[in-house]
């Protein structure tokens, strides 16, 4: 004689089926309702990263290129032009600004929800048709930055970048670099250590 086990049944109350059903029905609704939310919270996080980062960059182009048209203005010709040259081979690639290049490929669809992306893009663009000629010897690294310094006042004047943003990166630059230029002079100017005197 074959025994063939009967299957367990467990009884479950009506308030029991009620309470599976609200579980069931409060995960739906929280996943239905906080995943799209945290969708918008970290989209809004890579675009406000995003411009962040590229003003902080545009800061460092501004530094390089357009400040010292002045500073470096007394200087002879053949300088100045030596100083915009290694400028260009430090701050440009073929694929323009790093940060600009680094978020287009990464989050193509959120860069075009920046604000002031038309003005990003273009100046970016810009920078890469000048870093070219640059390169080529087509044109000299002193006009080049004339460009980008009039590039620059044009996008400011017009509203399509924020001029108030490069400046507080510019002023932020600025600080990092004295406080990095005071660390390196103290490490070079530092007492050396003097040996113990032997009896």
Request: proline share 5%; hydrophobic share 35%; glycine share 4%.
């Amino acid at each position: 004689m074959v025994l063939i086990p009967q299957p367990i049944l467990i009884a479950v109350s009506a308030s029991d089926w009620i309470k599976i059903a609200a579980t069931a029905l409060a995960g739906f609704t929280a996943g239905a309702i906080l995943e799209p939310i945290k969708h918008w919270i970290t989209r809004r996080q890579i675009i406000r990263d995003a411009r962040n980062e590229i003003y902080r960059e545009f800061a460092r182009l501004y530094m390089s290129f357009c400040e010292p048209l002045e500073t470096e203005k007394d200087r002879p010709t053949e300088a100045r032009e030596y100083y915009f040259q290694v400028a260009f081979q430090y701050s440009g690639r073929e694929r323009g600004p790093y940060e600009i290049y680094n978020y287009k490929t990464k989050y193509p669809e959120y860069c075009y929800k920046i604000k002031d992306w038309y003005g990003i893009e273009n100046t970016n663009d810009m920078f890469n048709a000048i870093w070219q000629v640059v390169a080529d010897r087509k044109y000299s690294a002193i006009g080049a930055a004339e460009t980008i310094k009039n590039e620059f006042e044009h996008r400011f004047a017009a509203g399509d970048l924020d001029k108030a943003k490069v400046m507080a990166y510019v002023e932020v630059e600025r600080h990092n670099q004295g406080t990095r230029k005071k660390a390196l002079e103290r490490l070079y100017y530092r007492t050396p250590p003097t040996s113990a005197k032997t009896s």
